[in-house]
């Protein structure tokens, strides 16, 4: 990690450590500029390791009209499927559908069609998802993944776990990705390009002086510090609005509207590897995804959130909501006793004025706002799939201010996806033949964390005991040590729910002794600084 300059003036002082604050942070640093990036807490504490793990052009925006944002979304899948092909895959989406589904929705859409075809109201007919998913195809240029087809869900393994009345089905393309690892990978690679990480370090205030942003901070150890920018970057994500208040001068007026989405986990539900995209009675959707191998994700919610210091929980409301809406379709219900975990999350949507959260714009705003005498960069909104885009942009306004070289990161690799994008399975018997003390699985799930990286964590290790203790899952201290001086973990928790879902397999106890480890380690390591 790199070590802090105290007395050195950086062009960009970043605050927020979720998607858009380290891909800012990346995309700065490959420019040549100077960065410090502060988080409050760990890397994607928040909303960024609580998506819905996709990268997808979000096919139900087409009923909003939203052209632009659907079509950079489609063009940012395959883009980012190839820097990452250890984290993100390509996965095949199952839509049913029969004739007699009807829907409450109020899109401009089911408007249209509503007026045209009074009949229609209520429906979303055969042809006009077949013109949607055409449009899906063909906005964003795409040239990886399949096209879309129709299903007869009768003869194929997809209709098996539906109810009887689907009988046909139509199947498209989106993209998987682990969302916090994605984080990580970010704020790595800014850090390998001189940009200063700082986690558990809280920003107390901001004021100009001589054209310069002082930032003062809270570290991990207590201390107070300030530091001087040229530029300020606000990307807080739900917090983004209390950061503003602690900003004097700058510009309040646009809003965020916080709004919860929340996740159930089961048991696995079906045995094959494509998702289900099901359509509510209420207008909604909802996602029922295979899931680190032996599990289900389904979600998700889409619900008002009051305020971003109050801790977004999957209410049993929410739970019941999902559970009911996966058993329309489902041929054995899904039951409270199946779900093994639930996570929520806030997303901070820009507030455009929609009558509803599900009507809210998934795009990104921008602000920038020279009147408190430096440049200050709000960013209000976006969704994950677009990071890289808005990180460009940021940049790109910035650009006449603070400098800096033009746009690279749609050429490069994050660390460890120097690969195939089909070569996940190639990497993996290599990994083996290299250390072959590694089971399938566990070769597997290194290689979909680590990618090419995967060499570097394992090293000369001969054996598993060269890799030290076992805390269970095939996690070892070897790579509690990696995962401490190269990605920035500090607490179990970190390690099981962030850089791994490991906490669906670990037991307490388990996850008791990481802790302790850890923070055994951290002694060591502060005891050999002074």
């Known amino acids: 990690m790199t070590a802090p300059q105290e007395t050195q003036i950086t062009d960009l002082f970043v605050i927020g450590g979720g998607i858009n604050g380290c891909g800012i942070a990346r995309d700065a640093a490959g420019r040549g500029l100077s960065v410090t990036l502060a988080e409050r807490g760990d890397l994607a504490q928040a909303t960024s390791s609580a998506s819905t793990k996709l990268f997808h052009g979000g096919l139900r925006y087409l009923e909003y009209f939203e052209f632009r944002l659907v079509r950079e979304a489609l063009i940012e899948r395959e883009t980012l499927l190839r820097a990452m092909p250890h984290i993100s895959w390509p996965l095949r989406f ?56 129709r299903l007869d869900l009768r ?9 009887d009345r689907f009988v046909q089905a139509f199947e498209y393309s989106d993209c998987w990705i682990d969302d916090s690892r994605l984080v990580v990978l970010n704020a790595r690679d800014a850090a390998a390009r001189g940009a200063e990480i700082l986690t558990r370090a809280r920003v107390r205030g901001a004021r100009v002086e001589n054209g310069l942003w002082v930032v003062t901070l809270e570290t991990a150890q207590g201390r107070t510090e300030e530091r001087r920018a040229r530029a300020l970057v606000n990307a807080a994500g739900p917090w983004v609005g209390a950061v503003l208040g602690l900003l004097p ?51 998700t919610t889409d619900a008002e959130h009051d305020r971003p210091d109050h801790r977004p929980e999957c209410t049993p409301a929410e739970r019941r909501y ?4 996966a058993n329309q379709y489902l041929r054995t219900p899904v039951s409270e006793d199946d779900i093994v975990w639930t996570y929520s999350g806030v997303r901070p949507l820009y507030d455009d004025g929609a009558k509803s959260a599900t009507a809210a714009t998934r795009d990104y705003v921008l602000r920038l706002d020279t009147a408190p005498g430096a440049p200050l960069l709000n960013v209000f909104g976006g969704k994950i799939t677009t ?14 201010l603070v400098g800096g070289s033009g746009r690279w990161t749609a050429r490069v690799a994050l660390p460890g996806g120097d690969f195939p994008v089909n070569g996940a399975a190639r990497l993996t018997e290599d990994l083996r033949a290299r250390y072959p003390f590694l089971t399938d699985a566990w070769a597997r799930r290194l290689v979909r964390a680590y990618g090419t990286d995967a060499f570097k964590m394992l090293g000369t290790a001969r054996c598993a005991e060269d890799l030290g203790q076992d805390f269970g899952a095939t996690l070892t201290a070897g790579e509690l040590d990696w995962l401490r001086s190269t990605e920035f973990a500090v607490t179990a928790e970190d390690v099981v729910w962030r850089r791994s879902k490991l906490g669906l397999r670990l037991t307490n106890e388990e996850v008791r002794a990481i802790d302790a480890y850890l923070a055994r380690r951290a002694v060591s390591a502060a005891s050999a600084a002074e």
Not at 322 to 325: A, E, N
């Open 94 to 149: 199952v839509l049913p559908w029969h004739a007699d589904m009807r829907f409450e929705s109020d899109t401009p859409t089911s408007r249209l069609l509503s007026g045209l075809m009074p009949w229609m109201r209520g429906r979303r007919p055969a042809w006009l998802l077949r013109l949607g998913l055409h449009l899906y195809d063909h906005l964003g240029g795409r040239q990886i993944l399949p096209a879309a087809r």
């Open 322 to 325: 999902l559970i009911d809406f």
């Open 387 to 400: 990071y890289r885009r808005l990180a460009e942009s940021a940049l790109e306004k910035l650009r006449p």
């Open 249 to 299: 001068g700058a510009d309040h007026s646009a809003g965020v509207r916080l709004v919860r989405g929340s996740h159930i986990v089961t048991r696995r539900l079906f045995d094959h590897d494509r998702a289900y995209f099901f359509q509510g009675r209420d207008g909604r959707i909802i996602f029922a995804i295979p899931y680190e191998n032996d599990f289900t994700l389904i979600g």
């Open 155 to 163: 003869r194929d393994p997809a209709g098996a776990p539906l109810q």
